[in-house]
């Protein structure tokens, strides 16, 4: 798994039990996955389709430092399916895990558009 972001838990990132809250962990989550999506099949319109069980396994406080790892399942007609993984850099337990997310690239009507792509593809290979 690559691991692609880092956020530092702050006081607003907080629940009133002190730890990180689920939702903010899961906007962050969904957001990166949805950059990753743009970058990968080179289109700005992306949308979450589908996420699946999203298991929370361990908490973060204020002052953690949390990576997101993303892979890539599988390049669908239209859709990118990945899974994504949070972990704490200072303690280096998993907080969550989801093993299945879709990603769907978009037309300019909001239209499954098929992107044509079947592997991951990085910059630096595309500015050769």
């Known amino acids: 798994m690559r691991f692609h972001t880092r956020k530092w838990v702050k006081p607003e990132d907080l629940n009133p039990n002190g730890t990180l809250f689920g939702g903010k962990l899961l906007a962050w989550i969904d957001e990166e996955l949805a950059l990753y999506s743009i970058i990968q099949l080179e289109n700005s319109r992306v949308v979450t389709k589908y996420m699946s069980e999203i298991n929370f396994r361990s908490s973060a406080k204020q ?6 790892g993303i892979d890539v399942v599988k390049f ?5 399916t990945l899974k994504c993984e949070a972990r704490n850099m200072m303690t280096r ?6 093993d299945s997310t879709t990603m769907v ?12 792509k079947t592997q991951i593809e990085y910059v630096s290979d595309r500015l050769k």
């Open 105 to 116: 690239s978009l037309d300019v009507d909001g239209k499954p558009r098929p992107h044509g």
């Open 93 to 98: 337990e998993t907080i969550i895990t989801i």
């Open 63 to 68: 002052g953690d430092i949390i990576e997101i």
């Open 76 to 80: 669908g007609n239209s859709s990118l």
